[in-house]
């Protein structure tokens, strides 16, 4: 379905985030007939729920009335935290209520024309930033959105003409109707399996981006074997990570086997992040922007928040938050982009079932101080003891500020205090934003 379609509608959504508001107000500009006439909450109505039934008319309902209330609708836009495989969702879809998101309505109506789409387990939000940034170094009006940006459906008005990088998660690509031109596909990890229902079904709407009508072009990680399978069915697959595209290797982004920039003179820390930018060098060029000078075209280019952040740096001790590393395969890129450095890690949150052997593997063979946050601060542990961590360098703290005062006593000059979880943070905080941030207070406090 396309926002265009919309007006004269009867309108449910569930859900006021971001993305909600600004259906609701790109709804009042362009669909002036269109009613949003039910909104289904989660969690008690507050201000901006409130706000928005009254501006609209609407009725505020909970998720045990949802089925009912949503019924005679023609059309329920959800939030993408809402899962497309709750059974009320399952339920209005069956009775044939169409079901969407306000980015798959944006993308609709834009056909994927002049849209670049990134996803990924990790590393998302940083190839899409570098893609914008890189494509405005080369001129012209570009547009950042999704996840980061604005939200999707704010770029109703920007002509096809005008890039538009849209950063995706797997929650909006389930229901996705119509893909980007160039589909950017960074890795594939085992999250959001709650969400999904098993890594199986994460994998498989994760992927289906790449046979969404509008892709022209896929770039896809080729060290990631999954993806590496994956390209054999995707359109006009890019593969970078190896010899005869855009890879790194041995301290430097080469093209074709040539050295381009060594990584050193980047302004993002490790391979994981050099890879970043061979995906959206693989990306800008499939598109046709000319290959940016480097490093010249990223010296003025920051880095996200939370993401290998140093925050602070007393008594030679440095530290870094990178909240965002909600995996363990994160965590492991996170660490080896320290080289050598003595890591004393904080880690833990909340407990999606996934695998800290080769975490508690790596923390042994540098030698490293594991600090565990609730919940699954105690796996990572009892992994880091069985593979020969001392058990006066793997300990439990109760929260975050007892493990920054546990870090604090435990490091020493030249150490380098790591946030980086492993774990999602739901368990204890609204996102991983608010936890890097009570990482930072409890730093300045303790």
Not at 180 to 195: G, K, Q
Request: charged letters at 20%; glycine letters at 10%; proline letters at 5%.
């Amino acid at each position: 379905m396309r926002f265009s379609e919309l007006d004269g509608k009867r309108v449910g959504v569930w859900g006021v985030g971001r993305e909600i508001r600004s259906f609701a107000t790109q709804l009042a500009k362009h669909a002036p007939r269109a009613r949003i006439v039910t909104i289904v909450l989660d969690a008690p109505a507050d201000g901006p729920a409130r706000e928005l039934a009254g501006a609209h008319g609407a009725s505020l309902v909970g998720a045990a009335q949802a089925h009912r209330a949503l019924a005679e609708s023609d059309l329920v836009v959800r939030s993408p935290s809402v899962s497309i495989h709750r059974p009320e969702l399952v339920a209005l879809r069956e009775s044939g209520v169409a079901l969407t998101t306000a980015t798959a309505l944006w993308m609709g109506d834009r056909d994927g024309r002049g849209v670049i789409g990134v996803t990924g387990t990790k590393g998302k939000s940083t190839t899409a930033a570098l893609i914008a940034h890189l494509a405005r170094g080369a001129g012209g009006e570009i547009h950042l959105a999704g996840n980061i940006g604005a939200p999707a459906l704010d770029l109703l008005d920007a002509p096809a003409t005008e890039l538009a990088v849209v950063e995706l998660s797997s929650y909006q690509i389930a229901d996705l109707q119509a893909g980007p031109e160039i589909a950017v596909v960074t890795n594939l990890y085992r999250e959001h399996t709650d969400w999904h229902g098993s890594y199986e079904t994460y994998r498989v709407e994760k992927l289906r981006l790449l046979g969404l009508p509008g892709v022209r072009a896929s770039i896809l990680n080729g060290r990631d074997p999954e993806l590496a399978v994956a390209a054999e069915r995707a359109p006009a697959p890019v593969l970078y990570g190896r010899p005869e595209g855009w890879n790194v290797r041995d301290g430097a982004i080469l093209y074709a086997g040539e050295a381009v920039v060594e990584i050193d003179a980047l302004p993002l820390r490790g391979e994981h992040n050099a890879l970043n930018l061979c995906a959206a060098l693989s990306a800008l060029e499939a598109h046709g922007v000319a290959r940016p000078a480097l490093p010249e075209a990223l010296l003025d280019f920051v880095g996200l928040p939370h993401r290998l952040q140093t925050v602070s740096t007393d008594d030679g001790v440095v530290w870094v938050d990178d909240s965002i590393s909600t995996t363990p395969e994160s965590t492991l890129a996170a660490l080896a982009s320290f080289g050598g450095d003595r890591i004393v890690l904080l880690a833990g949150g909340e407990d999606r079932g996934q695998d800290y052997e080769l975490l508690g593997r790596e923390l042994a063979a540098r030698e490293a101080i594991v600090i565990g946050l609730p919940n699954t601060g105690a796996r990572v542990i009892e992994r880091a003891r069985a593979a020969g961590v001392p058990a006066s360098h793997a300990l439990a703290a109760g929260d975050m500020a007892d493990a920054v005062r546990l870090a604090r006593s435990l490091a020493h000059e030249g150490s380098v205090v790591l946030l980086s979880p492993a774990a999602p943070s739901y368990n204890a905080y609204r996102n991983f934003e608010e936890r890097g941030a009570h990482f930072r207070e409890s730093i300045s406090r303790s």
